[in-house]
Nanobody
Framework: QMQLMESGGALVQPGGSLRLSCVGS????????MNWVRQAPGKGLECVSS????????YYADSVKGRFTISRDNAKNTLFLQLNRLRSEDTAVYFC?????????WGQGTQVAVSS
């Protein structure tokens, strides 16, 4: 079983920045698209960003485009999400997810809270 472990979540003020990290336990991390999926309080799941195997193609939800940046370091089995100009509506648990369309592997999530 491949495990994914997120880190980097914190309480920040509006306009602040965070960098989330996700580390995969095996090299299977390098064989598929990776995604950041979030769930805000009382809301459903939202895929906010995705990146292809080689890191050449990326996807961003309209809600975060221009503010968030996804990247990966396959040599370290690590996925990143840079969150800039954070807003209160970005408050959510952020999950690291492996797969394209079908999400088979999930991390436990890391909490991001944006508040004054």
């Amino acid at each position: 079983q491949m495990q994914l472990m997120e880190s980097g979540g914190a309480l920040v003020q509006p306009g602040g920045s965070l960098r989330l990290s996700c580390v995969g336990s095996t090299s299977f991390f390098r064989t598929d698209w990776m995604n950041w999926v979030r769930q805000a309080p009382g809301k459903g799941l939202e895929c906010v960003s995705s990146i292809d195997i080689g890191g050449d193609s990326t996807y961003y939800a309209d809600s975060v485009k221009g503010r968030f940046t996804i990247s990966r370091d396959n040599a370290k089995n690590t996925l990143f999400l840079q969150l800039n100009r954070l807003r209160s509506e970005d408050t959510a648990v952020y999950f690291c997810v492996r797969g394209r369309d079908a999400y088979a592997h999930w991390g436990q999530g890391t909490q991001v809270a944006v508040s004054s």
